[in-house]
């Protein structure tokens, strides 16, 4: 699975918990530009993306995430070191 892949699964995901576009998500996405991102929906976001991508994901990582990006790259991180 390719980055822009694991981009728009996650989108999907964050558009369902915000009830958004998934489109207008974006890498340099940041919490504080989506209305009702708090640190609850983070919570449900992350369960959300493991659960689509079947994973685990390392929590201290996603918590820290600057951005859609940086969550990106701790997935796609992740699918590789499950494989």
């Given amino acids: 699975m390719d980055r822009g892949d694991i981009l728009d699964r996650a989108r999907q995901v964050m558009g369902r ?3 958004v576009p998934p489109d ?3 890498e340099a996405t940041r919490a504080v530009d989506v209305k ?3 640190s609850l929906s983070h919570l449900i976001v992350l369960t959300g ?3 689509k991508f079947d994973l685990d ?3 201290g990582r996603a918590h820290a995430a ?3 990006g940086d969550l990106v790259t701790i997935i ?3 699918l590789h070191a499950q494989a």
Wanted: charged share 20%; net charge negative.
């Fill in 49 to 51: 993306i493991e659960k």
């Fill in 76 to 78: 796609q991180d992740t």
């Fill in 66 to 68: 600057q951005n859609v």
């Fill in 24 to 26: 207008s998500i974006t």
């Fill in 17 to 19: 918990v915000f009830n």
């Fill in 57 to 59: 994901l390392p929590m």
């Fill in 36 to 38: 009702g991102w708090d």
